[in-house]
């Protein structure tokens, strides 16, 4: 009778544990909604600092674009000299000219900084000492897979663009400077316009594109003068 009494004893005292932990433990339905109101809060600000961070980029790359735009149609603009206008000294002139380069490399730098990440080293230079070490093979080298992850960020996209129109802007003010100097020492310069057009664009093109319609510009001059001295 006593180990009967005892097991219901035991059995009472369980029944009222599990209805105390039954009333005091959340219900299912109340933390399921409220796990899903958390993850809508977190959603929505993670959209909203997304879209913040697209539209920096994207006014970055519009200013960027813009105002390279605007500093080639000035290069071309300050190549238009003639022998008149040798009294302008021509380290002026180039300082001048180098003065356009302050807010491109001031804002490639901000977004430089910006799209820097803790990976962006590694991805840049990938690579291990200890197995370099270990294997003799060349490690810190940049792989096009590295590279296609690093530009696949749009800040670090933005931030590529911002250089790569630094260097069209350097290579359309390197134009804009030879055609100046050979209007005053000649009075005629290559034509420069089809240049600083792939320049906007395309740098590495609008060099070589200078480059071969200044020698078959000479070329052409060469040969006419020869001929006045033939018939002459």
């Known amino acids: 009778m006593r180990a009967a009494s005892a097991t219901s004893r035991g059995v009472?005292?369980?029944?009222?544990?599990?209805?105390?932990?039954?009333?005091?433990?959340?219900?299912r339905g109340d933390g399921v909604e409220a796990r899903r109101a958390r993850r809508g809060r977190?959603?929505?600000?993670?959209?909203?600092?997304?879209?913040?961070?697209?539209?920096?980029?994207?006014?970055?790359?519009?200013?960027?674009?813009?105002?390279?735009?605007?500093a080639v149609v000035m290069c071309a603009r300050a190549a238009r000299a003639r022998r008149e206008d040798e009294d302008v000294d021509a380290r002026?002139?180039?300082?001048?000219?180098?003065?356009?380069?302050?807010?491109?490399c001031a804002l490639y730098g901000i977004l430089l900084a910006r799209s820097w990440?803790?990976?962006?080293?590694?991805?840049?230079?990938?690579?291990?000492?200890?197995?370099?070490?270990?294997?003799?093979?060349v490690q810190f080298v940049p792989t096009l897979r590295?590279?296609?992850?690093?530009?696949?960020?749009?800040?670090?996209a933005t931030s590529a663009w911002a250089h790569l129109l630094c260097v069209n802007l350097f290579v359309a003010r390197h134009v804009a400077l030879k055609t100046r100097e050979r209007n005053v020492r000649d009075g005629h310069a290559p034509p420069i316009a089809h240049t600083l057009v792939l320049s906007t664009l395309v740098g590495p093109l609008a060099l070589l594109s200078h480059v071969v319609t200044d020698a078959a510009y000479y070329a052409v001059v060469r040969a006419r003068d020869e001929r006045r001295r033939a018939t002459a």
């Open 117 to 137: 990440t803790p990976e962006t080293l590694s991805l840049m230079m990938p690579g291990s000492l200890e197995r370099g070490l270990a294997t003799g093979e």
């Open 146 to 156: 590295s590279i296609m992850t690093l530009l696949s960020a749009r800040a670090t």
């Open 12 to 27: 009472v005292r369980a029944n009222a544990r599990a209805r105390t932990t039954a009333s005091t433990r959340p219900r």
């Open 42 to 70: 977190t959603t929505t600000g993670r959209r909203r600092r997304a879209r913040a961070d697209a539209g920096a980029d994207e006014i970055a790359w519009c200013c960027a674009t813009a105002y390279t735009v605007g």
């Open 92 to 104: 002026d002139f180039a300082a001048s000219l180098a003065k356009m380069f302050a807010a491109p």
